[in-house]
């Protein structure tokens, strides 16, 4: 019997589909005991952790396929995949909506000054925040323009944003009025009220974003990271915001989680600071289940899974 091996604990209505969509195969899911036993047998496992790792790639695993219940993939071996022939896709895409809307929450409330108001508010202060900005008529650079990134920049449009893009290919996006290959970084840095990174972590963006990028940063504009805290240096986004070359960072990742609370990102009050939970939402499984699915009933008829497929040579 085929298995398919479930770590991430599918709900009811997902199991249901996965078995119509794979009839010929046993699906395993349950406690750790159960998996660990059945993991060498699996030739599809749908999630991925420590112990997975140990057990499916033993020499005798049967593993051919992974699909990762995240987008991001770097803490995979995928060095390890590559080698043995195994196919690994992601959950990329079910993230535009909830980060998007993280995105905008927190550049409304930079430009609105909510985050200050809400300071306030904890300590029952009833105090004048100066002349408040709008986002309306605003730069926006995106670094890093994939699923993400394509709903940031159509959001924009909303509220007359001019939107620069920058991603690998350089390649064109219907909702992007400017796009640059990695070359044009530092022009779109300069240009851009808002800059927003979503970026995956791989051996070309670790620290991309260094004190050499914030000295480019436009004089007043903001910083907002969602995509891997370690592609950016974080002493140097301290620095660029004590001395003011940055007004202020919306940040949702971080070098070291949990934020150490040593750091003094803390205490800015010009950084809004969330714990790594931009991608969260209640619909994240049925979405995540969904590109699974599809996928599985492509596998089912013999055809290599499409959609999300991660190149293991570029990490993503």
């Known amino acids: 019997m085929r298995t398919i091996a479930c770590l991430y604990g599918p709900q009811p209505r997902h199991l249901e589909t996965i078995r119509s969509a794979a009839p010929g195969f046993d699906i395993v ?3 750790e005991s159960e998996l660990r036993a059945r993991l060498e047998d699996a030739e599809i496992v749908v999630g991925w952790n420590g112990w997975a790792e140990e057990i499916c790639l033993r020499p005798q695993s049967k593993l051919r396929w992974v699909q990762a219940w995240g987008a991001g993939v770097e803490h995979m071996p995928l060095d390890a995949f590559e080698r043995r022939n195994i196919m690994l896709t992601n959950a990329s895409g ?4 909830p980060i ?7 550049m409304l409330s930079f430009a609105r000054k909510l985050h200050a108001a809400a300071r306030n508010q904890a300590d029952k202060r009833w105090a004048w925040l100066g ?16 699923a993400i990134g394509e709903e940031i920049a159509r959001l ?3 509220f007359r944003m001019q939107v620069l893009g920058v991603r690998r290919s350089g390649a064109p996006s219907p909702h992007v009025d400017r796009m640059y290959d990695h070359h044009g970084l530092n022009e779109v840095l300069a240009e851009s009220d808002f800059v927003v990174v979503t970026l995956p972590l ?3 963006t670790r620290r991309l974003i260094d004190a050499s990028r914030f000295k480019h940063m436009k004089p007043g504009a903001y910083f907002i990271n969602i995509g891997r805290g370690l592609t950016v240096d974080t002493e140097a986004l301290i620095e660029a915001l004590r001395s003011g070359a940055i007004a202020g960072a919306g940040l949702d ?3 070291q989680e949990p934020l150490p609370e040593s750091s003094p990102l803390w205490a800015m009050e010009n950084v809004i600071i969330t714990p790594h939970n931009s991608g969260s939402s209640v619909y994240y499984d049925d979405r995540a289940a969904e590109i699974f699915v599809a996928n599985l009933r492509d596998y089912v008829q013999g055809k290599e899974p499409g959609r999300n497929r991660v190149d293991l040579r570029n990490q993503y």
């Open 29 to 31: 899911t349950g406690d």
């Open 156 to 158: 924009a449009r909303a």
């Open 202 to 204: 791989t051996k070309d």
């Open 100 to 106: 998007s809307e993280t995105v905008f929450g927190m």
């Open 253 to 255: 990742v971080f070098e």
């Open 131 to 146: 002349e408040l900005e709008e986002i309306h008529g605003k730069t926006l650079g995106l670094v890093g323009v994939g």
């Open 94 to 97: 079910v993230h535009a909506y």
